[in-house]
């Protein structure tokens, strides 16, 4: 208890509330604009917050991350660009939404529901941070195999397009994902000499490509009819019927997202695009999943912030990033002298609980930030086409080029933009894309690893259990549905059978 | 005569005014801000370091020294960067082994005979290590294991550091290796501790705790000498092996860049390297004073590291 006290002691400190502040306005900000990412914001403050205290330094840091997960959705549902890719999923329904004339009921649902599922996993840390610690060390080469595998089972259901074009679309991500040196054999795999393609393709420029370069080009098919334009109904916030709707939803999406969380590797990401899909498992909407439907805002959003405060957790503890902005935290404890390790929370438990307390004032912070900003921001969706698309355009451009300061990345933008136009013509989606994308190297390499450590036997992933039980739950989320349609046909036609007789 | 003093005192007029220009280049240098270019994301070890370098160096000049994220082709996009900008000492670039084993692949638009060392932050060797319940106690008794069988051996990327120093290393015990690559050192730290892996090449910056705690073994340091905070582990040279590798971190600027300017940013980077805020830098990532190179150690270990690395890279078979 009496670390707990301690850390939370931080909350008396002007100078960290301040930082706090700071790194939480800063947050929002880099974190809304698709090209200024928050690993990027956190590398820029890094020599700054040498003249801190570690403690204030490193809370400004997890403030500005958490933030910056938030910040994410604003773009990508009134312009249909994820400013971080953990927004990916919430672009989803949050811009149709912002097309229907709802932006402010999608932007006050993103904060809300942000807001419940960071406290609910900061709780979570706060009883449970040393188990879960142990749970992430635990995750191996297999573990993730079978944690890939489960994300994988969820293609062909992910969009509410028809299941083959999923799997086609998944099939595409997979495939972006095995351009660069492949991590076991060095081979250089579809560079074609680019230096910039041998690390791989990088995630934003596909992202912003996928979604705004590709929406841009749908928009320059339309006309612009001033008359959707009508309504003020554009800044209404979320009513109390929308929360009573989406509560279940959020309590999900919180769970799986801190769970995904303390596994480290583009935990936000892959928890935003699970919790959207259980959103849509469990929704009686489930079909009308992409047109609008504020559930399918509630469970990625959820889940990412879910996810941020869970990915601190294998970043403290163990020294493996839960993200790219983790990792640059974690440059950040080190500048300060912190050793993360399985011992700082033995040695230094008051950092831990101090930088939750800072998180915590993080989210409520931009609770207030999203909620006053939902109204002022949702007034760009009744910003003319013909005005708003060329500037996204140029803020898509710089966004990419931001990325690396690399113009490679801005042809990788543009192309994969061509490329998302057309699928969206033929009913492709993005959502099995992108989960491609993610998981695609995960996979890939998880399974070489595994191999090797396995003597090339692959029999013996029957010896992990946890691999075995991501494995079953990946079985269920295929044959759940013909199984139990198949039951109900069996029952029906023995009721059918008893009324007879 | 005549001419001859004309010509003579043309000379020395030119000559002082070359002098005098040059001169005054180095009481200028620097006016403009100083770019450091770094070939990884932010975050990780060597971002990490040159963010506290730039910090540390710009305290002792004049000018702002920034750190620029020139990301990719190991390094290969860093270094042709630098290949074309002016040789005015304006364009640092951050140096580890990944670069040179790229430069040795002839992926690299810039060889070893194109930069000059200014100064060098880490030296971090790699250490064999084991877990601590480990039936391997010695490393005799670890090679033992590999003679007989096959080590799993844990490190990063195919082609890097720490896959050239496990595969120098299995060569020259006679030994079989199954190199496993991970993304980073803290993941197959975690894979050793679970036991997916039998040993690793480890820095102590990334596992002082766990060694402390009894968790890991350390059995032996590639490097010459012992190290200041293993001083009973041996060196792999002691057991008769000539393998010395370690996790260098160093800046360099192109060979041609005037020697007044390499001094000033040398001097610089070097009493900014010595302040106290470094220091305790070093100290938190588990590394000491030793880690600190002058230009000419520098630039002498870069060329004696290429000769190592192309010797062991044919040898292997790992030349393209």
């Known amino acids: ?501 | 005569m005549r001419l001859l003093m004309k010509r003579g005192h043309a000379l020395a007029c030119v000559t002082t005014a070359i002098l005098s220009a040059s001169t005054a280049l180095a009481a200028d240098f620097p006016s403009d801000p100083i770019e450091i270019a770094v070939h990884t994301s932010p975050g990780g070890g060597t971002d990490t370091t040159a963010r506290m370098v730039a910090l540390v160096t710009q305290e002792q000049l004049d000018s702002n020294v920034f750190v620029q994220n020139r990301k990719g082709g190991g390094g290969s996009v860093a270094m042709s960067y630098l290949s074309e900008q002016p040789a005015d000492g304006y364009t640092v670039m951050a140096v580890t082994p990944t670069h040179l084993f790229t430069m040795m692949r002839g992926n690299a638009p810039l060889s070893i005979d194109d930069i000059q060392g200014v100064a060098r932050a880490t030296d971090d060797p790699i250490i064999v290590m084991v877990r601590g319940d480990s039936d391997y106690q010695t490393l005799d008794q670890l090679i033992e294991a590999g003679q007989q069988g096959t080590i799993k051996w844990g490190g990063t990327q195919i082609g890097g550091v720490d896959h050239i120093a496990a595969m120098s290393f299995a060569n020259a015990a006679d030994m079989t290796v199954s190199y496993v690559p991970f993304d980073s050192g803290a993941e197959f730290a975690a894979a050793l501790s679970r036991g997916d892996i039998d040993a690793a090449g480890l820095n102590i910056s990334e596992t002082r705790d766990q060694i402390e705690a009894g968790e890991f073994r350390p059995l032996a340091v590639m490097a010459d000498e012992r190290m200041s905070a293993l001083p009973d582990v041996p060196t792999l040279a002691e057991n008769g092996m000539d393998v010395s590798f370690s996790t260098v971190r160093g800046y360099v600027v192109l060979k041609d860049t005037p020697q007044d300017r390499l001094k000033v940013l040398e001097d610089a980077m070097l009493s900014g390297l010595a302040s106290d805020r470094y220091q305790e830098y070093l100290q938190g990532i588990g590394l000491d004073e030793s880690s600190i190179a002058d230009a000419e150690a520098w630039d002498q270990q870069l060329h004696r590291m290429y000769e190592a690395g192309e010797k062991t890279m044919t040898e292997l078979g790992l030349m393209q």
């Not at chain 1, 919180?254 to 995904?260: L, N, R």
């Not at chain 1, 759940?480 to 009721?495: F, Q, T, V, Y």
Request: proline share 6%.
């Open chain 1, 1 to 501: 208890m009496e670390p707990i006290l301690t850390g939370l002691g931080i909350l008396t400190d002007p100078v960290a509330i301040a930082v706090i502040l700071l790194g939480t306005v800063v947050g929002v900000l880099v974190g809304a604009l698709p090209g200024l990412s928050s690993s990027m914001a956190v590398a820029l403050l890094l020599p700054f917050t040498i003249y801190l205290d570690p403690i204030p330094a490193i809370s400004m840091l997890a403030a500005l991350y958490c933030a910056g997960t938030f910040g994410g959705s604003i773009t990508a549902i009134l312009i249909n660009a994820p400013g971080a890719p953990p927004a990916a999923a919430t672009a989803f329904d949050g811009f149709p939404m912002a097309q229907k004339g709802e932006a402010g009921r999608a932007l006050g649902m993103a904060a809300v529901s942000s807001v419940i599922g960071g406290i609910l996993s900061l709780v979570v840390m706060v009883l449970a941070a040393p188990a879960l610690a142990r749970i992430a060390h635990s995750f191996g080469p297999p573990e993730y195999f079978a944690l890939a595998i489960f994300g994988l089972s969820m293609l062909a259901s992910i969009s509410g397009k028809s299941p083959v074009k999923n799997l086609i679309g998944g099939a595409l991500g997979l495939l972006i994902a095995t351009v660069g040196v492949d991590l076991t054999t060095g081979v250089e795999r579809f560079t074609f000499g680019v230096p910039q393609l041998y690390e791989g393709i990088s995630f934003i420029p596909i992202l912003i490509g996928l979604f705004a370069v590709a929406e841009l080009l749908s928009q320059a098919d339309v006309v612009d009819r001033a008359m959707d334009r009508i309504a003020l109904k554009a800044i209404k916030l979320p009513s109390r019927d929308d929360f009573k709707r989406v509560w279940k939803t959020i309590l999900r999406s919180s769970g799986i997202g801190t769970f995904i969380g303390i596994l480290p590797a583009e935990g936000s990401t892959m928890a935003a695009m699970i919790g959207y899909n259980e959103a849509r498992r469990w929704s009686k909407h489930g079909d009308k999943f992409g047109t609008g439907e504020i559930e399918g805002i509630a469970g990625p959003e959820a889940a990412n912030n879910a996810a941020t405060g869970g990915s601190m957790v294998p970043t403290l503890a163990l020294g493996i990033p839960g993200s790219a902005t983790a990792a640059v935290i974690l440059g950040g404890l080190q500048i300060h002298g912190i050793r993360p390790g399985s011992y700082l929370f033995e040695n230094q438990p008051e950092l831990l609980y101090s930088i939750f307390a800072a998180m915590l004032v993080a989210n409520l912070v931009f609770l207030v930030f999203g909620l006053v900003g939902a109204r002022l921001f949702s007034r760009i969706s009744l910003i003319p086409r013909t005005f708003l698309w060329p500037t996204v355009f140029a803020l898509c451009v710089v966004g990419a080029y931001g990325v690396n300061q690399s113009l490679v990345d801005v042809t990788i933008m543009l192309i994969t933009g061509f490329i998302g136009f057309w699928l969206k013509r033929y009913g492709f989606g993005a959502a099995p894309i992108i989960m491609g994308v993610v998981l695609g190297s995960l996979v890939e390499n998880s399974l070489a690893q595994s191999l090797i450590i396995f003597d090339q036997d692959a029999s013996r992933f029957l010896e992990r259990p946890i691999a075995l039980g991501f494995f079953l739950l990946a079985f269920l989320s295929i044959f759940a549905k013909p199984i139990s349609n198949g039951l109900k046909g069996l029952k029906r036609r023995r009721a059918v059978n008893g009324g007879h007789s």
